[in-house]
Every structure is written in C-alpha cells, then in structure tokens.
C-alpha cells in the first residue's frame, strides 16, 4: 500500500524567502509519480509540480522546484522568493500506476508568509 | 489547462433528504475519476473511483450505499449522498485524468473541480 507523510503542520516564512515543504513516501511499485497541489482557503487544488518515478531530473516550474531524492523516497518542494500570496494549504501527493492511478494525498503543510 | 466543472459549490439541505453533486470534464474525455471528501482542516480521503459504464470502486470504510455514485457518460459523474446526516456535512470535490500514460512519460496532473461544501441540518 502506499502512503504519502507530511510532517509539517504549520510553516511561517518572511517574504522573498525560499522555504521547503517536506514530503516522504512509500511503495513498493517502482512505477508512480508525485504531486505537490496547492489549495487555497477557497477550496480548489491547484496543480503546482508533478514529478514521475523515472525522471531522471528534478522537476522544477517557475518558482516552483521538487527535489526528489528517489532513494530516500522523498519530494521536498521548494518555493524560491516566496510571496503573500503563496500562503495556503500545500499537499504532496502520489499516484502509483499499477493502482488504477488513484491519487493519495497527504496531511497538508499549511505555509503562511509574513510580510 | 483542462478544466473540470463541478455543482454545486455550495448546497444546503435538511436530514434526510438526498443531494446530488455533479462533477464534467469540459474538454477532454474522463474514463476515470475520483471522488474525494475533505473535514475542515484535513487532507483529501479518496472515497471511490468512478469508472465509465462500470460499478464505482469503493475505498474500504466508505458506504457504496449512502454515497452513490453514477458515471454514464466519459464526461459525466456524479456523486449522491442519500438520507444525509448533520456528520456528512464536509467538502466534497472530485477530480479527473485524460489520459493514463506510461510510466515516466510527460504530466499526468489530475484536474480538480472546484469543490461542493454540502451542510446538512
């Protein structure tokens, strides 16, 4: 079975600061991607970053970047100069392909950023 | 990107009563989507995954008969909650893939809809 830990509750950082989201995971498949979303207090996801097990480079867009340490089965995201606006939710999440590519999410990180 | 469209946003009903919550893939075909439920401040808890022209698999812990879910078209799902009760109260949103690709091969993201807080009193 898989499962997806986030063991930040809670984050303050000071704007224009980079800060890190830790995520670890587990499965047995060797076959899976992994998912960082963002949801704001309105309630909709928004798909930030995806990375797939047999990417061999971190997968980074904009701001955004996953650094994914496949051995130690973790997908850190890392926000670089961070904004007020980036204050929200923050999930990592995985999906295994052998499993009817359901997606799992984890407990969440909720990321405030202080002017 | 592809958008997914779910009603209502907001739906408030008494005891008892059935409500119905629709989740379409606007532009693209959704042979699977999932439908999840979330408390207030806690994760997404897969419910089931709704399969076009087939029965919904349900995550183990989830009543396939108060919550039933019908997915009649490769565009269309829908989730009931029957006889609600005040404790099915929560944020429902449902999402849906385009395509299954094989391992390691482009962006497989999963688009959300914007999500159903039902209230039951």
């Known amino acids: 079975a898989q499962k997806i830990t986030q063991t930040q509750p809670g984050m303050f950082v000071q704007e224009k600061e980079a800060v890190t989201l830790d995520c670890t995971y587990d499965t047995s498949d060797q076959s899976y991607g992994l998912f960082w979303y963002k949801q704001p207090s309105s309630g909709e996801m928004i798909f930030l970053i995806y990375q797939g097990s047999y990417d061999e480079q971190n997968a980074t867009e904009g701001r955004y970047s996953l650094n994914f340490q496949k051995a130690r089965k973790s997908a850190n995201l890392v926000i670089s100069a961070s904004q007020l606006g980036d204050s929200a939710m923050y999930f990592c999440?995985?999906?295994?392909?052998?499993?009817?590519?359901?997606?799992?999410f984890g407990s969440g990180t909720r990321l405030s950023i202080r002017p | 990107g592809a958008v997914v469209s779910q009603h209502p946003s907001r739906v408030i009903c008494k005891s008892g009563t059935s409500v119905k919550i629709e989740c379409r893939s606007l532009d693209f075909q959704a042979t699977t989507m999932f439908w999840y439920r979330q408390f207030p401040k806690q994760s997404l808890m897969l419910m089931a995954t709704?399969?076009?022209?087939?029965?919904?698999?349900?995550e183990q812990g989830v009543e396939k008969d108060k919550f039933l879910i019908n997915h009649a078209s490769l565009t269309l799902s829908t989730l009931t909650v029957t006889s609600a009760h005040p404790e099915d109260s929560s944020f429902y949103i449902c999402?849906?893939?385009?395509?299954?690709?094989?391992?390691?091969?482009?962006?497989?993201?999963?688009?959300f809809g914007q999500g159903t807080r039902l209230t039951v009193v």
């Open positions: 999440a995985m999906t295994v392909y052998s499993s009817a590519s359901k997606i799992i």
């Open positions: 999402s849906a893939r385009d395509s299954l690709p094989p391992a390691g091969v482009g962006n497989t993201e999963a688009f």
């Open positions: 709704s399969n076009e022209g087939s029965k919904a698999t349900y």
